[in-house]
Structures are given as C-alpha cells and as structure tokens.
C-alpha cells in the first residue's frame, strides 16, 4: 500500500470547502442549529465532534476487515459511543465550563450522522492515513462553519464576541439570534452566500 | 468459511463491547475524582457566595435532605446554605440558597447550574436578578415585568418571564424545606 500525498492533502482540503459538511453535504444539523448560540459553544462543539470523528475513523479503518458486513453499523456506534462518552468525561473533568455549557449535546454527539456517514462512506473503504486525513479535514470544516455561526449569532444576538462585549448600551440586542429561530435564519444565509461563491468560482 | 456466520457476528459485536468498556473503565477511574473535586469546588464557592465571612461548613442531613451550615471564624452559627433544583425553560436549574434562620431572611442566592438561553434566562445568574433575593424575609414572591414596588415582588428578567418564574419557584421551596428543617418562625 503505497502513500500518495497528493491523494491526501486532497482528501483533507475536501472537508473545509468541496464536501463541508454543514454547508454542501447538510448533515450533523441538530448540534449546528442547537449549540451556535455562542461563539465559544460554537467552537467547542466543533472540537469536541472532530476529536470524536478523526478517532473512530483511524479506528475503524484500521479494523474494517475484522467487521463482518451484517454487523458493521452496531459496530461502528459502539465505537463511537466509546470515544464520545470518553470526551464527556474528559470535559466534565478538565473543562467543566464547557461541559456545563454544552451540557446534553455532548452525549448526543453519538448519534450525529457527520460521524456515522463518514465511517460509511470513508473510513470503512479507505486507507488509515487517508481516514485520517478525510477525519481532520471534515472535523476542522465542521468546526469551521460551527464557530462562525456561533460568532455571527452571538454578536447580533448579544453584541459579543466569545463573551467579550463589543457593541455598548446603545445597541439593542436582536433576541431571535441567540434563539432556535436564529439558527435557522443563519445558516440558511451562510448557506445561499456560500452557495453563490462557489458557483461564481466555478 | 461461512464468513457471516451468527457466531461471527455475536462474536464481532460482543468483542467490541468488551474492550469499549475496559477502556471506559479506566477512562472513568481516571476522570472521576477530577469531576468531583470540581463538583465540591462548585459547591464550595456557592456557600462561600450566599453565606457573608463563612469560615467553617458543617453538612448536616434533616428531612432527608443537606444543609450545609456555616460558621463564622469565632465558630458562631451565622447561617444555613441549602441546594435545591428543579425545572427552568430548557432543563433543571439548580440553585445555592443562603438563609438566616433565626430571621427568616436570605442572604444570599448563587446559581450553580443551568440550561437557559444564553443572553435571556441565563441572566438569572446574574446579580441584577440575585439581588432581587439579598436580604429578603422569607415567603411567598410574586413575579413582575416591571420594577417591584413591594417587598415580596420579584422583576422579571425582559424576555426570559419563564425561567424568572421558575427561580423564584425554586427560591421559594428552598425556604420552605429550610423552614420546617430548622422551624422558622412562620
């Protein structure tokens, strides 16, 4: 088995923009609409996922011979079940702000289909470094589009940014913003201009 | 071979389940002392905030419930903090209650956790919210959307009415199970 590093960087570079989850593939929706409240939220979601889909990837490709095709998807949960109740401890022990904060989402991580879908669609056919390499790049093109929803929400929705107040008293905070319907209205603009940049590109 | 044969697969699955809870058993063993210092750290910090110049904390279980009472540094009684929970607008709030028993007044009120909206309900962590409760007789609140004019009126954080509501509800029983744990006046 040979490595192509050209295979690899492309295989990375196809998560931030060409294949980004949020915005081209729309999977992984719940903790996108859920936790982009806040920009620190935003961020924190998106590392806790990524860490959670780059381990179950490089696990699973290094076992998808051993997995009898009947039995793959359990498997493939119990596997990512592991590594996500392992990030809940982790961040309940070392980082409780966080995990106060992002709460019941983190457990939830197991059943975001960003993860599951890549195990299916790339991990199980796919080489360990490039699993990896697919793992990072959909992980930071996760987080990517988490963060920024989470920072636009929070400036209109509060007049912040990663809980530092930017916009003084005079500015009269869009409520709706940092509410489910905010989330909504977001995206589906991020989406379009995303969308529009990449048809003018082409 | 019969590649997939219900032998293999049981065999495949039960596999995986044995090594995912070895390696949480120690993941467990080693995180849990970490979340409960944090826990007790948390805890800690709360009676410090709602009981004035606590220096000693002594728990003491009545009704089936915890009190934690304070002492101050010549070891007179100077209070009781009391944790209580119970459902806000998106999940349980928990709350640190610091009371006087011997006036039924509060001292002091410390959030410990939430799951409000942030940028609304969650200002009920906030002390233009708390101080509605420093030093205030023990009761019944009445929740108000505009600046209290009585005693017993509580101002509603703007756009977060339900999870003010559910506070003050949570304030309220706390007093309640403090009252008949170390008989209040009322």
Known sequence: MSLDFKQIVSDFKNGLWAENPIIRLVIGMCPTLAVTNTSANGLAMGLATSFVLIMSEIVISLIKKLIPANVRIPSYILIIATFVTFTDYFLKAFFPGIAASLSIFIPLIVVNCLILGRQEAFASKHSTPRAIADGIGMGLGFTWVLTLLGMIREFFGMGSMFGVQLLGEWYRPMVIMVLPAGAFITLGILVGIMNQISREGK | ?186
């Open chain 2, 1 to 186: 071979m019969e590649k997939n044969s219900t032998k293999k697969l049981v065999l495949t699955l039960a596999t995986i389940g044995i090594i995912s809870a070895l390696l949480l058993t120690f993941v467990y063993e080693w995180t849990t002392p970490y979340i409960q210092a944090n826990q007790a750290e948390a805890r800690k910090q709360a009676i410090n905030e709602v009981l004035p110049d606590v220096a000693e904390v002594e728990e003491v279980e009545k009704n089936g419930n915890i009190f934690y009472e304070g002492y101050d540094a010549q070891g007179e009684q100077i209070g009781v903090a009391f944790q209580n929970s119970g459902g806000g607008y998106n999940g349980a709030i928990e709350i640190m209650i610091g009371v006087d028993p011997e006036s039924d007044k509060i001292y002091k009120i410390s959030v410990l956790n939430h799951q409000e909206t942030p940028g609304l309900g969650a200002r009920i962590t906030e002390s233009e919210f708390k101080s509605n409760f420093e030093d205030k007789p023990f009761g019944d609140y009445n929740v108000v959307k505009t600046p209290p004019s009585e005693e017993m009126q509580v101002q509603a954080i703007a756009g977060a009415t339900i999870s003010s509501e559910s506070a003050t509800r949570i304030i309220e029983d706390a007093l309640e199970k403090i009252n008949s744990a170390y008989g209040g006046g009322n």
